[in-house]
């Protein structure tokens, strides 16, 4: 049982916005900065977006973050083929002096 | 650029020991907040734990399932981290990555393979 809560699967067809989930609480994401990676199958996970909304050096602009209160989201808009993966959000949590990181979803793009 | 080689993986019986290393090139470890994360075969992510930077006070904090088993240090002459891994379980089983946090931005490595069997 993750402590950050995501939607286990989201699909979409190229071209399309999708949004995935991340819900938490007071102690995590309504007190500390979210960051959402993405695993391509069997490769190390990558950073998307640190600090609720900032991309690194390198990422598309077609990926973005945003926060509100205890829930946050990612949105990626121009759904590519290529963007098939799993992706996983991630806060330090302040009661368990821990990162904690929400279950994953499994991106397809149909 | 940033570089991390993890390394020290491989299979160990139910309460035996293991120390991973990671090799870091591209910055300094001192200055860094470093994380080992782990990831158990088709699951999800877990923090495993962290040394803050030498600036913060170089002191460590674990997840819950390890604390009391696993140790991170790390040599700053080597410039490598290490997770020391005592008492291990066959829920420890998972691919073992280091990631420092530079900036407010997360590096990882390629990971190293854990795998706790009798």
């Known amino acids: 049982q993750s402590v950050l809560t995501q939607p286990p699967s989201a699909s979409g067809t190229p071209g399309q916005r999708v949004t995935i989930s991340c819900s938490g609480s007071s102690s995590n994401i309504g007190s500390n900065y979210v960051y959402w990676y993405q695993q391509l199958p069997g490769t190390a996970p990558k950073l998307l977006i640190y600090?609720?909304?900032q991309r690194p050096s390198g990422v598309p602009d077609r990926f973005s973050g945003s926060k509100s209160g205890t829930s946050a989201s990612l949105a990626i808009s121009g759904l590519r083929s290529e963007d098939e993966a799993d992706y996983f959000c991630?806060?330090?949590?302040?009661?368990?002096?821990?990162?904690?990181f929400g279950g994953g979803t499994k991106l397809t793009v149909l | 650029e940033v570089q991390l080689v993890e390394s020290g993986g491989g299979l160990v019986k139910p309460g035996g020991s293991l120390r991973l290393s990671c090799a870091a090139s591209?910055?300094?470890?001192?200055?860094?907040?470093m994380s080992w994360v782990r990831q158990a075969p088709g699951k999800g992510l877990e923090w495993v734990g962290l040394?803050?930077?030498?600036?913060?006070?170089?002191?460590?904090a674990y997840a819950a399932p390890v604390k009391g088993r696993f140790t991170i240090s790390r040599d700053d002459s080597q410039n490598t981290l290490y997770l020391q891994m005592n008492s291990l379980k066959t829920e420890d089983t998972a691919v073992y990555y280091c990631?420092?946090?530079?900036?407010?931005?997360?590096?990882w490595g390629q990971g190293t393979l854990v795998t706790v069997s009798s």
């Open positions: 991630a806060a330090w949590d302040d009661s368990l002096s821990g990162r904690v």
């Open positions: 990631t420092p946090r530079i900036s407010g931005i997360d590096y």
């Open positions: 600090r609720n909304n």
């Open positions: 591209g910055f300094s470890l001192t200055n860094a907040w």
């Open positions: 040394i803050k930077s030498k600036t913060d006070g170089g002191t460590t």
